[in-house]
């Protein structure tokens, strides 16, 4: 996610200088042809066809925005629900279950790591690795996160059997659980279900034609200004198309998605320092202004 | 679904080529037609219509869009609750009850592909049957996967009776039963509720309206280009329209509707994994790139 | 509900061939005084006017559609709960507990129906009446519905005090009475809370006055052809209109209401399949493809 | 809240004839100075300048049309949490326990009548105090209402002490004190939190603005119908901006706001039949059609 | 927060008075060269490119409302979890622990103070250390408030261990700090997430651009009303222009964000009153409307 306040320059130019580009000798070609041969080119059908797209990008925007924001509302749920499990671990099990706090919570740690890379599509890195011991059964699951979830579990119910917990602390710890589960399926939803193919395919296709349709209508009115008028409106269109594409996807590992990594360390940070550990530092941003 | 990233010229070409070669062909009809007996046709009711079609279309694509997105939530607070059951069933229940344990999680895969076949209105498949003993009361029953989560509710009862669970345990499995009843209703809601008669009718006729219309309000301005410009401004108004009927339904064994089969897998592999079952491999798309 | 796939041409033709016929003569008129006392009539104020209606209008049926989507998603809830609290009934109440488990069943397919009838405004049915005992107190209340509710209630709360249940399973089930008061209370919110009256008067006022300004706007540019052009376009926004008035009340025994009778019916087969009664079939709908 | 089918065309006239004639006299003065010295004013930028503004309005309109909305769905809330407190209490507690059961139910009555009160900033009247005693510690809270729901805390807590009701039972009625502060907290939300500034100052500024200028971009296409056409879409304009005024507060005490009064009523007539006290009769709109 | 009823002119003016200018000094300058040197500008582009920022600019200005709104509901949400864990402390513990309530509740006063500052990215003010005693180790996490819940958790544990409460009040009250933690973290998501880029961006650039085109569009037709009439219509897309940046950090200490101290201040009030403490007065707006 890109958190500079204002995105510098050089960004932009470097996301929009290909098609603005491409654009641009687009509309100057028209603009010569039209000086060349001229050609008549009613403006109606622009006007139409204008508003129907002007309504299918904003749709489609608007859905890639929602499915974007709830994948970070469901991070929101996961870094509260680690917390949650992290005070009652701490507060509801005895002094004497010292170790098996610790186990709780840094399994917690591992889990929200292994989430992370599962969601970007990587293999479980360090940060899962390094809380776990070689042999634990969970990294022999297809979806390693719903492993270690289950031995949470069970370390729970562990506690009930020796007598530490009673049932009504590890239904409430269980509840937990149940919301941990459910934000991990909420971002598995968003990941494994891409917007249906028609707002993947029109939109683009009826952008692109714009684009190109843009220049013959202008022309007759607009004379030589034509290239400079139609390839800032085309922008525009393009703009629109590409908050689509970059937000769809709000787990994708591009400068546009959510800052996953930067969200597990926070939930790192708050769990270590709720057991009395040292924490590593939060993550800040690179030097494009980017926090991954 | 559809899952390629981009969908193949083949399959859009195959979807859209016959309104489009109508569309065409009224098109050049209309132009023949004025260029033998010229007539004028103003182009102000064509804006007004227009732009109260674009409303209409925009509406229910937009309804049509949430039912889908809803079905797929749905199915996701399922795959978590099927998770959760698998994993309290593992957990609370002692060693001793390990016959109890994998029936109730048999029993929840097999609960899933019922669900499955009732919303596709197909008949209850070998995957309902293969973990059911041939006389399960559930298969009597009107509506099947009911059956099935009454028969889970009778095995978590029949736990606490014999002293393997106590009455809190059973309340936390019971609100996940809870849990699982709701997302079933959502989902026959969905599918026995279509939009209402007039989000049906209307927009059908009149973007049949509007593509009968479009070449009559655009032939004198854009003469011999008529053709092309009203079948594209057409084509994006059927592509709305078509959007709406392909998204509405979203449990419709179409190659638009949600990938029930795969989803249904993907509960089997976790909940099989979580009791130490071999599990099959995820299903993957077909050869057209479509989800089942 | 109407429920065919495509209604009858007779339906529709019957509901619109009134508004139809009068828009049709007005624009016959309006045309006729044109030719015989000509007028100008610039068009600027009719997109003015009509572009601000449509924003109006389409506020409006998107209201509505979501009261009815609500309702429907309340009676879903009705549906969800009805089940819980049978499965509940059957599996947490002991073997000898059969005819409190029966009386809680069957009180619950009266409460449904009793929900109905206040919601259609009708007087109690047999439907109602037939599990009841004559003397039953629930129907001296206002509310009859709330009353069984509060039956159930002490019913659950009796079995707890025979000792059949902890105060556990009782909370377990009281939750479930929870649902069921919530769903009716929120149906009851909607029967009781129409749209605040400015969506009553000022669309009904606008649409109707737009419909007679279309001539007057149109028969400059379009002549002879005006009848026909400004009956289709007032046809849609009168369309428009009629949704919001269709769909404003989900609970009001109309075609285009809920179908409530066969949501009921549909618990009732559930919960008496539940107790192992025999069940009656579910409801089709009538000649006219509407379910009741 | 005005209840009555179709609102009275006095009600209606009433309310807008003031706009209206001062909209009309200043279309009058505006087409008359263009027939003394005419004037050229284009179109253009009207149409830009009102397709921003049903935008702005819109969204005003909309956002006032949810808190209202949302204000009743926080009063039906408070409706059925007082109604499954009054279940609760009747239900769990014991025989003996009577007088308890009695305070509780109506001191739950008292204390909607005080949240109404403090919701429309009125002193507490009569309904509040009828049913307490004049020594209660809670009219001596800067909140008198949450001084009340401590109170059925503390009696519900004690109902404990005394053995009445274990804990599990203490802790299902502290979950509907639970659900009632925060419809409390909601509607007190609603209430102190008006539309941010910009949303009441722009909208009203713009609106007016568009009014003095309609006449004067109409009058030269128009001619004598001016003063005709631009009243009736000036009046549209002014009936969208009055809706987002009418609506934002949805507990002002006026004649649009909702109808406390009577859902209070409601609430009372509900938990004194639930006690099997008598009634009083549901309240009645007013001869206006005003339901308070 | 600006409170009152309609803002000063001059608030308004101060706000709004640079762009103004700069825009009108602008407008009359591309006037006056027109009337130098005229110049043809078609309309047509404007149009279309003012529709499309007419989207772009009414999505953003939604999504900043929705964010301000959300931030608020999660301020009511905390409101509301801090009266009930106010009564259930006061009325859960017993009378002989005194201490142990009041601790409770003043942390949780401290709590939301702390609150306060970390979303406005202040230092911890006396409001947050008054009730905290010097070495609270609270102070030294990195996120102070949520160690100060952690505090509240293990407070209340150690009541169940010395056998004030048993397991189940335990978990109601638990159940009120998931509550509260959830609150937190909805904070801290909007706090940390700023909308994506490309709103932040693309808005502003295309209304700047929008403001330049416009007297370029505009001149030929108006004349020399082009200052006036452009002004007025940049001034508007400004206006929403600003509405997105002054609303979409709702805990920005800037006049347009939400009152925290004001609400912080009624927690102090209903907690303090609660344990019958003696109460500051509420916080009122200052000289120029604003609640802080």
Redesign the interface.
């Known amino acids: ?3 500079t ?3 510098g320059i050089k960004q ?1 130019v470097r996301e929009v200088w290909k098609p603005l580009a491409l654009l641009f000798v687009w509309d100057v070609i028209v603009t010569a042809t039209y000086f060349i041969i001229p050609f ?20 489609r ?3 890639a ?1 929602q499915r ?1 924001w709830e994948g ?2 469901l991070w ?2 996961m ?2 629900a680690s ?2 499990l992290a ?2 671990a ?3 099990l005895p002094e004497e279950a010292r170790e098996a706090k610790r186990a709780i919570v840094l399994h917690q740690i591992a889990y929200v790591h292994a989430l992370r890379c599962q969601l970007r599509r990587q293999k479980p890195d360090t940060d899962v690795t390094r809380f776990l011991s070689k042999g634990d059964p969970a990294l022999a ?3 390693i996160a ?2 270690l ?2 031995g949470t ?2 370390r ?2 562990d506690a009930r059997r020796r007598g530490w917990i ?7 710890m ?5 919301d941990i ?2 934000a ?3 971002m ?2 968003l990941k494994n ?2 917007l ?7 939109p683009t296709l ?1 952008t692109h ?1 714009m684009c190109l349709l843009l220049p013959i ?2 022309v007759e ?3 030589l ?1 034509t290239p400079l ?2 390839t ?2 085309g922008l ?2 393009l ?2 198309l ?2 689509g594409d ?2 769809v996807d709000p787990f994708d590992n591009s400068p ?1 998605d959510l800052p996953l990594s930067a969200m597990c360390r926070t939930i790192e ?2 769990l270590l ?2 057991i009395g550990d040292p ?1 590593p530092p ?1 993550l800040a941003p690179d030097k494009a202004g980017i926090l991954w």
Do not use: C, K
């Open positions: 996610m890109i958190v306040a204002t995105p932009i008549t080119a009613p403006s109606l059908p622009l006007t139409l066809f204008g508003s129907a797209l002007v309504l299918f990008l904003g749709f925007s608007n859905s925005y974007w970070r509302g929101g749920l870094i509260n917390r949650n005070r009652q701490r507060n509801l699951r297809a979806n719903n492993g979830l289950d579990g069970r729970i119910d009673d049932t009504i602390q590890q239904a409430a269980e509840a937990v659980l149940v589960a459910n991990q399926g909420g598995e939803r279900t891409p249906p193919v028609q707002y993947r395919f029109f009826f034609l209508g202008l009115t607009m004379g200004a008028g139609s800032v409106a525009m269109f703009a629109v590409a908050i970059d937000l546009h940070i708050d320092q709720a924490a939060p």
